[in-house]
């Protein structure tokens, strides 16, 4: 506890896991820029938002989870769900698309409300529940479409809403945009955001602040689900059709993302900026190595190998980055003390 | 005493961390067959003395002398060789083994893949301990074990180490005073063996009845090494604090007025708490006294809605409540200074005005919306109040004092704005500057009409602060005595339960 002045220093702190994630992202563009094929140009750049922005939304709202110290494995299958209910609504029954998505997103609004039932009415780690829902909702919706069956031949304004520009940038970045500015209100400027802080960090503590655990905590996995509903419905649009296995492995992109930008997985800090910036450097490696088909590497074509490289490549980038970030921490704590060391005029009241 | 042997000399011992100076010349010295009180503030260096001692810390300049030779390079380990052990207020036993396998790890270092001897194992363990007077088996599983026995077992493995200076580090902290008289005899036991033991503790009547000399130590200084009986406890508490501590407890200054608090047969299945009755006015500090157990703090997370009451009833201002969780409480003006500062009281990785603001968001921040300048002013203000020692608002509450933690915990309730302000153990681990600024914030309050329950082991403490006192067992309510008629005698001997007691009620069914 020999921390002298400890509000600086935290966002200091912070600021340099985000500094990190700042050059990881720049040393992306550099070395997509020189190996791939026009990896800056206009229509790419917007492709990697238009491709990737399902996890984005995920890693969104899979922050506030992490932040109470639990987790959400079941996104990915919850968009398997939502979209396959979406496309059946459309489909089966002439509902509009905008009032289907409506559906999607209760639906999996429904969906995170169970999850929260059982983990915090019940008591049942995050981790397991969301397990058993993982395979529960992607059971469901193979069992909605017989396996195999597939909804297409939507309306072109819906479709729109996936592959249409709107003031020159993808139409769903904006909703993207909406999510972020809301999300961020909601963890760092409301009374809920804070209420999970205390969560994650020492719940019985919280509990003994008046702070309901339950209320807070099972929201954070119902705004989870709609989300992922919502994310659902943008696949789809983009997709063109709704399939039971839209969205696998969706989820632990999401919590990629979140670790990276810095969050604690143990719950208590985090921030969104940082899960932004998780989300926009494994978003550029993604597409980065799709393009560099042009070039060989040990001879053989990349092409054929760019989806297992970019699964490889996105763990290196994870265990990188925090392996970076503890180095930092024990850089800056090491030259704080040398700091200390050199101005002992003001001796800290503290021991 | 003064051709003893000298088991541990220490002098000039200096230790820094950064820019804090821990340790700024400490000379200390134990002597075979001696029981050795080290005394001071938190934040005096008592730890970081100790963590010299056992090899934790090496100090920056200064000479450690064991048993005679001088000791230039001390780790853990060579500590351990050397017959030094301590033993902490929370016992670091393994709680999924039994006490033999504990004490069987404790003494020998075998290869990693050796064959245990479990007889022998089993055999030494019940020497050890029989020879402590502990009625302990050693097939025990230690998490099966009370907080004092998992004490004693300490004290066994460092026993059977072989070690000549034994540490404790404030061993009583957690336990009952029945328990304490068992530790001072096994302690006065070690002692008439020759072993030499420091002993550190907050309380002094402990370090009256045991210790034969006293070290106290002041802001990383030791000021002066006394025959125990050379001092009065004015004396001490003065060399701790290096100022004139007038009077210990402040007086009380109000006359109770109306009731706010009225529980009528209030029991609770679940915690044990049977048929309690009680009432608490408005300015006056009901004490309530009783063994570890007793079910004080039980009641206090009935009143707090942690587990509710299964039949009774509570009123508050005369209206009947129901209290269903704490926010039922919150709501009704019920405030909860939970007895674990650290897993309860504060959130030690959030800031001071975090923690102040955790209990009334609502009122606070009515759109929900944070209003950070409403958060701080609040703060900034409660530092000033209250006198939290902290760098500012911004402080996480775990770079803070167990004192001004404590007061923070306390800001937190006062910010809500309570009629009932329950406090458990409002003092425990706090050190006496701390102590009695938190006395006279208690009565302050209730001088200010707040009804204030106060739950505490510390005898003293509730004699001194008490209007009334309530003596709890076994989770009845079994004495309400007038806080000036009060005695601790009669007190503890209705706690114990063994008592000539008439003012005694609801034996049948105790437990």
Redesign the interface.
Known sequence: ???????PKWTALLAKHETVLLAVILVEILLFQNLGRNFLAESNVSNIFRHSVEIGLLALVMTPVILTGGIDLSLGSMMGLCAVVFGLLVKQYDVSPWLAAVAAISLGAFGGMGNAFLITRMNLPPLIVTLGTFSLFRGLAEALTKGSEAYSGFPQGFLNLGNANVLGLPAQLWVFFLVTLLVWLLVH????G??L??IG??P?????????VERNTGMAYILAGAIAGLAAVILVARLGEARANVGIGYELLAITAVVLGGTSIFG??GSISGTLLGYVAIAILNNGLSRITAHQIFDQPVSSVARELSGMLTGLLLLLALAAGVLLKSLATRR??RQ??V??T?????? | MSDVEKLLELSEIKKS??????LKGVSFELKAGEVHALLGEN?A?K??LIKVITGAHAPDSGTLTVAGQAVAALTPSKAQEWGIACIYQQPALFPDLSVSENIGLRLKKSAAFAKVDWGKQREVAAKLLERIGAEISPDAEVASLSMPEQQLVEIACALGSGARIVIMDEPTASLTQKEQHLLYAVVRDLRDSGVGVVYISHRLEEIFALADRVTVLRDGESVGTHPVGSLTEAQMIQLMVGREVSAIYPPAESAPGDVVLEMQSVSCAASGIADVSLTVRAGEILGMAGLVGAGRTELARIL?G?TPASSGSIRLEGKTISIG???D??AQGIA?V?EDRR?????????IA?NIT??I??RI?PQ???LKQAEQNLAVEMIRDLGI?A??P???G????GG?QQKVSVA?WLATKPRLLILDEPTQGVDVGAKSEIHKIIRRLAKDGLAVLMISSDLPEVLGMSDRVAVMRGGRLVAMVDGKKAEAASIMAAALGHSHSDSEKGQEGTR
């Open positions: 506890m020999s921390q002298p002045t400890n509000q400027r409301t009374v809920w804070r209420s802080q205390a960090f020492a019985q503590g919280a509990r003994y602040a008046g702070i309901s208590g800090s704080a003390r200390s060391l101005t002992t003001n001796p800290t009241p503290s021991t | 961390f950064g820019a804090v100076r821990a934040g260096g730890s970081t707090f942690i969780n704490p926010q409480a919150i909860y939970p897993k309860h009281g504060v959130i030690l990785d959030l800031p975090h955790m209990a968001h609502r921040f929900h919306f944070l020692k760098f500012g911004e402080a996480p775990g770079s803070l004092s001004n937190r």
